[in-house]
Nanobody, 123 residues
Framework: QGQLVESGGGSVQAGGSLRLSCAASGNTYSSYCMAWFRQAPGKEREGVASITRDGKARYPDSVKGRFTISQDKPKNTLYLQMNSLKPEDTGMYYC?????????????????WGQGTQVTVSS
């Protein structure tokens, strides 16, 4: 079994910053890929950042240049630094781990999920 626990969400004004954290335990230690997804009310879950075990990061165009994913392996913690936040970044943010793939387009391929942390950006 594995567990992912997110923290760091909150409410900020447009242009502000937040850093999300995801503490990993159990089988998630051996995951090939860690990622952040978000879901706004009435919308599908979308990937916003992924990082492989060897540190290769990927982002969709919507957040590229504003979001940075990183991992602290000794602490088994994943981070998402979010800068220049926009109202459209509002949503529930989830940490996820996958054992053998690394894609932002298919949430169903991820084996472990956290409970989510809310991010609200006001204009």
């Amino acid at each position: 079994q594995g567990q992912l626990v997110e923290s760091g969400g909150g409410s900020v004004q447009a242009g502000g910053s937040l850093r999300l954290s995801c503490a990993a335990s159990g089988n998630t230690y051996s995951s090939y890929c860690m990622a952040w997804f978000r879901q706004a009310p009435g919308k599908e879950r979308e990937g916003v950042a992924s990082i492989t075990r060897d540190g290769k990061a990927r982002y969709p165009d919507s957040v590229k240049g504003r979001f940075t994913i990183s991992q602290d392996k000794p602490k088994n913690t994943l981070y998402l630094q979010m800068n220049s936040l926009k109202p459209e970044d509002t949503g529930m943010y989830y940490c996820a781990a996958a054992m053998s793939v690394c894609t932002l387009s298919t949430p169903d391929w991820y084996n472990y999920w956290g409970q989510g942390t809310q991010v609200t950006v006001s204009s």
